[in-house]
């Protein structure tokens, strides 16, 4: 079965230290995979994919198929980073649907 | 810019009431989702719509139904309402291009659902 791990709930970090957000993905197929932000209310939106190895807002992401993982870091964070992030895993094979992991909040104190 | 509109932020419903959350979307996406999303459990996938009258069940459709009647429009329906439907539901669409590896999802504000 297809299942996305978020190891923390809660994360808090000073401003302008490195933060890492977690994610691990069980599929047995080739994945891919994305994270998706929500800030204070405002709706869902995506962040990143690992396909378009992209950064955005200062965040990247790696995909480890060794280690099943999918981790989002930023070596400084903003005050503006405070947020829930969730972790996305597609199955493909077209598959439409999205996997999400429990989302992990982050805070960022000044 | 893809727009996902929901018709309600709040509502309140008592319960056993037939409940209707609808969602549109403006950009003749195939792909439509309606998810839960509670504190510590995340998103969980109630239905979802490939295509006009076409209905798939997700993780969680027990005491949910949903319509497609046109493209743009997904409706979801509680057929009676109870108190553990409390919670927060957001509709999704996506394009069946690539998707949804090259152009993920995109949400609606959501609605927040209060059954008393």
């Known amino acids: 079965a297809q299942r996305v791990t978020q190891p923390e709930k809660l994360l808090s970090v000073f401003k302008g230290a490195p933060v890492e957000l977690k994610c691990n993905y069980s599929?047995?197929?080739?994945?891919?995979l994305f994270w998706y932000v929500q800030y204070s209310r405002q709706r869902l939106q995506l962040l990143l994919r690992?396909?378009s190895r992209e950064s955005i807002k200062g965040f990247t992401a790696d995909l480890n198929k060794g280690e099943t993982s999918f981790h989002l870091k930023k070596p400084f964070a903003q005050e503006e980073d405070s947020a829930m992030y969730y972790c996305?895993?597609?199955?493909?094979?077209?598959?439409?649907?999205?996997?999400f992991g429990k989302g992990t909040k982050l805070t960022v104190n000044p | 810019d893809v727009k996902v509109t929901q018709s309600s932020r709040y509502l309140v419903k008592r319960t056993g009431e037939k409940v209707f959350l609808e969602c549109v979307q403006d950009?003749?996406?195939?792909?439509m989702f309606w998810y839960r999303q509670d504190p510590g459990l995340g998103l969980r996938l109630i239905y979802f719509?490939?295509?006009?009258?076409?209905?798939e069940k997700g993780d969680i459709p027990e005491g949910y139904s949903v319509s497609r009647e046109k493209k743009e429009r997904f409706s979801l329906i509680l057929e009676s309402a109870s108190t553990n439907q409390t919670s927060m539901y957001l509709c999704a669409s996506s394009s069946h291009l690539g998707a949804p590896a090259n152009y993920g999802y995109t949400f609606g504000s959501g609605t927040r659902l209060t059954v008393v």
């Open positions: 719509s490939y295509d006009v009258k076409m209905k």
């Open positions: 950009m003749d996406h195939e792909n």
């Open positions: 690992h396909i």
């Open positions: 599929y047995s197929g080739s994945p891919e």
């Open positions: 996305a895993l597609a199955t493909g094979g077209g598959s439409e649907k999205l996997v």
